[in-house]
């Protein structure tokens, strides 16, 4: 009998085109995201080498990063940030390949219009100049970011050099409380393993918290995978994955539909495949989860209080949790629901789908937003914003005293023009907490969109659990 | 890309964990279409203040270390994105070797395309080179990849690992996509196997 493998060994050896006597791996890419930011340099080497885009067809790019949330018919003021736009549309000319520019009407955030259009399916590999590619390991497919020069060697050759990374299974096999979200599952993981606790490996996520989870919290977690340092997070695709692609304009259609299902239900670890480690934890425990400081692992339960450098078990955490506790504002001992914001972000590849609108709407429905907040949505792209229209939750928002946007990734970076302004606190649905990640000075809190949410109504931190009953 | 042999330079010490790429290199400078003429602005927010003027307390705008060539650094250095602008910047600023007990990942493989040695030591041994690094007399570190080893300012040494694909890329300034195209048979036969295979991967063949 053949040796039990992972979902992951499965991935990866269906897709060597050769192993090197060094080790390294020369490994097929099946699908290959594009975005102005990180992709000008490496169509810039392509043409200076005279080389081509070997598949256009297994390549799509999209404006995310840069275009303006407000009304993109006046185009983008930013002089930097519109030629890095219009930069994007020119490469995509000159090389063939295909682009959903700003107001394309499939324009949207790079990981959420792949899955969106079925671009990303199980099974692929699946590569992004963007850290955040980790999301598409929602759908079964070996999704990872690279750097640019990675991905001009894509855009060549189709194929990464690359070595195996280690795998790790997170089994959480008990069902989430009420409250909790896939967002809090995240967190807390990201809290238990430390940002550099999956550096080598990829992640392959378990048991019934993850199956539970509806495509788009599943999603959530595999997108922050790169928050615990493993580039890509991997789920089995289930009835659930399949439903969510049937249909999508880039899915196989007809015929081509059965066999690629027939297929993908393959697509499982097998029973007594070995990981390189292993994680177990008790979905019971978790309750609804906030950062404190400035990396993702500064992470504690909404009931917490701001932690102690001084119980912390090395000298270069504390140094690192004094420093962030200076960049952050706060006071060790401060119970998390006392800290108040300034702002409020539902946005972001992180949480921004239709149903982290209607988790956020569900809590906002027929309440004001506390006076001193200044609070936004930014949807995860336009399919998205004319669906949550469509179902009325742009009014809740609207009603509330929330500014309901364009989608982009906005106020997740501030790359244009959304920003938090310097010493300003922001409830934010995104992923990074990091020094300026926001803002220059900018102080974020990570959290879920119905925490976020209520933070906007009360005007602090707040339990969701406390507002949803 | 430049070659990377032996290099002896200023080490500068960065004494933090989790120095991610927002810190190395912040996202308003990402809006260039270039890799070059980012070292002005690498550790913008470290290093420089709203106005512009240096904030004086940051390693890099002290002596020696304006001229540092090489970094030693805490764990998880070039946590957070893929930006390659982080390995650009420092390049630009003249950085050509990184000291840490970790790397993240992407950061890691990107420095290798970009002619900068990730040098991965223990902790025992980051903290004998932090030391070196804070000594403003003498802070000069010799990395040579051919005998992977470092020489501290005193002369003795502590030698690092480096898989032999990676080492000969630096070693040879090697452009990887030359190599790769070089095996553009292989790559065709693969696609063929996997369009007779899972033929809904290759739309325009549908």
Not at chain 1, 21 to 44: C, K, M, T, W
Not at chain 1, 84 to 101: A, H, K, R, W, Y
Not at chain 2, 97 to 114: G, R, V
Not at chain 2, 158 to 166: A, E, P, S, V
């Amino acid at each position: 009998m053949a040796q039990p493998q992972t979902l992951f060994d499965k991935i990866w050896q269906s897709h060597l085109v050769e192993v090197q006597d060094d080790g390294i791996n020369l490994l097929y890419i099946d699908r290959h995201l594009l975005h102005e930011v990180l992709s000008p340099q490496a169509f810039e080497g392509l043409r200076l080498a005279g080389r081509k885009v070997r598949r256009p067809d297994a390549t799509l790019a999209v404006a995310d990063h840069n275009v303006p949330t407000t009304d993109r018919r006046l185009g983008i003021a930013d002089p930097e940030s519109r030629l890095q736009v219009e930069t994007l549309s020119l490469n995509c000319e000159e090389f063939g390949v295909p682009i959903f520019d700003m107001l394309d009407p499939r324009q949207g955030i790079v990981h959420v219009i792949g899955p969106e259009q079925g671009f990303t399916l199980p099974g692929t590999t699946v590569v992004c100049c963007d850290s955040h590619t980790a999301t598409h390991g929602a759908f079964g497919a070996l999704a990872f970011g690279i750097g640019t020069s990675e991905g001009e060697h894509v855009l060549a050759t189709q194929t990464l050099r690359t070595s195996q990374p280690k795998n790790m299974r997170v089994l959480v096999d008990d069902p989430l409380p009420p409250g909790c979200t896939g967002k809090d599952l995240i967190l807390a993981i990201i809290g238990q393993l430390g940002t550099a606790g999956g550096t080598g490996y990829i992640i392959e996520y378990a048991g019934r918290a993850f199956r539970d989870l509806s495509m788009e919290g599943r999603m959530t977690v595999s997108n922050m995978t790169i928050e615990a340092g493993a580039r890509a997070g991997l789920m089995e695709p289930d009835e659930k994955t399949f439903a969510y692609l049937k249909g999508r304009p880039m899915a196989p259609q007809g015929a081509q539909w059965e066999a690629a299902v027939a297929y993908w239900k393959t697509l499982k670890s097998d029973a007594g495949a070995v990981y390189d480690h292993e994680v177990r934890m008790d979905a019971a425990n978790i309750t609804p989860q906030v950062t404190w400081g400035t990396s993702p692992e500064d992470v504690v339960p909404i009931t917490g209080v701001v932690p102690d450098p001084q119980d912390a078990p090395t000298e270069a955490k504390r140094t690192s949790m004094r420093r962030a506790l200076d960049y952050m504002g706060l006071v060790p001992g401060t119970k998390m629901t006392d800290i108040p914001v300034d702002n409020v972000f539902i946005g972001s590849c992180t949480n921004s789908r239709i149903e982290d609108l209607r988790a956020a709407a569900d809590i906002v429905r027929g309440k004001t937003v506390a006076s001193h907040v200044e609070a936004m949505v930014s949807p995860g792209s336009t399919l998205i914003k004319q669906q949550a229209e469509a179902e009325g939750l742009d009014k809740i928002f609207i009603a509330a005293g929330f500014q309901w946007r364009e989608s982009g990734c906005s106020m997740c970076l501030g790359m244009n023009p959304d920003r938090v302004a310097p010493g300003k606190r922001c409830a934010s649905t995104s992923n990074r907490n990091f020094e300026g990640r926001q803002g220059r000075d900018a102080r974020t809190h990570l959290v879920s969109p119905a925490m976020a949410a209520a933070a906007a109504i009360t005007g602090r931190l707040t339990d969701v659990r406390e507002l949803a009953g | 890309m430049e070659k990377f042999i032996k290099l002896s330079g200023v080490a500068a010490p960065m004494d933090m964990i989790n120095i991610d790429t927002d810190m190395i290199i912040p996202k308003l400078h990402l809006r260039t279409i270039k890799r070059t003429g980012l070292g002005k602005v690498v550790f913008d927010e470290l290093r420089f203040h709203t106005d512009g003027s240096e904030k004086p307390e940051f390693i890099l705008n002290r002596e020696p270390y304006r001229g540092a060539n090489i970094l030693v650094a805490g764990d998880n250095f070039g946590c957070g994105s893929s930006r390659e602008h982080a390995p650009w910047a420092l390049l630009d600023f003249g950085i050509r070797c990184i000291i840490s007990t970790s790397f993240a990942d992407i950061f890691y493989n990107n420095c290798f395309k970009n002619g900068i040695l990730p040098i991965t030591v223990s902790q025992e041994e980051l903290d004998v080179l932090m030391a070196d690094a804070s000594n403003p007399e003498n802070p000069v570190l010799t990395v040579d990849l051919e005998a992977m080893e470092i020489t501290r300012p005193q002369g003795s040494t502590i030698g690092f690992r480096l898989d032999n694909f990676r080492r000969d890329c630096l070693l040879n300034g090697l452009d990887d996509i030359g190599l790769t195209l070089q095996k553009v048979d292989k790559i065709d036969a693969f696609e063929a196997a996997q369009r007779q295979q899972q033929p809904w991967l290759y739309p325009s063949a549908v």
